[in-house]
């Protein structure tokens, strides 16, 4: 069995199942879920990881629930408690150009801080009564 962090990769596993369960082919499912042919074959072997519209989009074409299929994905936890990446995909408010978009600055700089602080620290943050200061360089006479 998976453990949670292997999850994201192995959606496409997830997705291929149900694909093969409900007896429709990699192309029919393609076209249903509006995504290219080749895009949901390296999804599925695991090649391309899908950003929450497209998941979303493959949800409703296999008829299950896009909570289940973000859950899987590792977009939501265990409690149900939506991610941002999830937040994103279900605004009806963001045309999909703007869901992309916002989609992969998000995970640019998740990308980032990954790998500029591997381990993520609690920021501390000053009490709101505290003075704010900045710090001077001091002048050499």
Same mark, same amino acid.
């Given at each position: ?6 999850? %994201? ?5 997830? /997705?291929? $199942?149900?694909? +093969?369960? @409900?007896? /429709?082919?990699? #192309? ?7 995504? *290219?042919?080749?895009?949901? *074959?390296?999804?599925? #072997?695991?090649? #391309? ?6 998941? @979303?989009? /493959? @949800? *409703? @074409? ?5 909570? =289940? ?17 999830? =937040? !994103?995909?279900? $605004?009806?408010?963001?045309? !999909?150009?703007?869901? +992309?978009?916002?989609? +992969? ?6 990308? &980032? ?6 381990? %993520?620290?609690?920021?501390?943050? %000053? =009490? $709101? ?6 710090? !001077?360089? &001091?002048?050499? *006479?």
């Amino acid at each position: 069995m998976a453990a949670p962090k292997d999850l %994201p990769e192995d959606i496409g596993t997830f /997705i291929r $199942d149900l694909r +093969q369960t @409900a007896k /429709i082919s990699l #192309r029919q499912l393609a076209d249903k879920a509006g995504v *290219s042919n080749p895009y949901l *074959s390296q999804i599925e #072997r695991g090649l #391309r990881k899908p950003s929450a519209e497209v998941l @979303a989009q /493959i @949800a *409703s @074409a296999l008829r299950v629930s896009t909570p =289940a299929m973000y859950l899987r994905a590792g977009l939501l936890d265990g409690e149900g408690q939506q991610g941002v990446l999830a =937040a !994103i995909a279900v $605004d009806p408010e963001l045309t !999909i150009a703007q869901k +992309q978009s916002l989609t +992969q600055i998000y995970e640019t700089f998740r990308n &980032e801080n990954a790998r500029n602080n591997p381990q %993520p620290a609690e920021p501390a943050e %000053p =009490a $709101d009564d505290a003075p704010r200061t900045t710090p !001077i360089a &001091e002048e050499k *006479s």
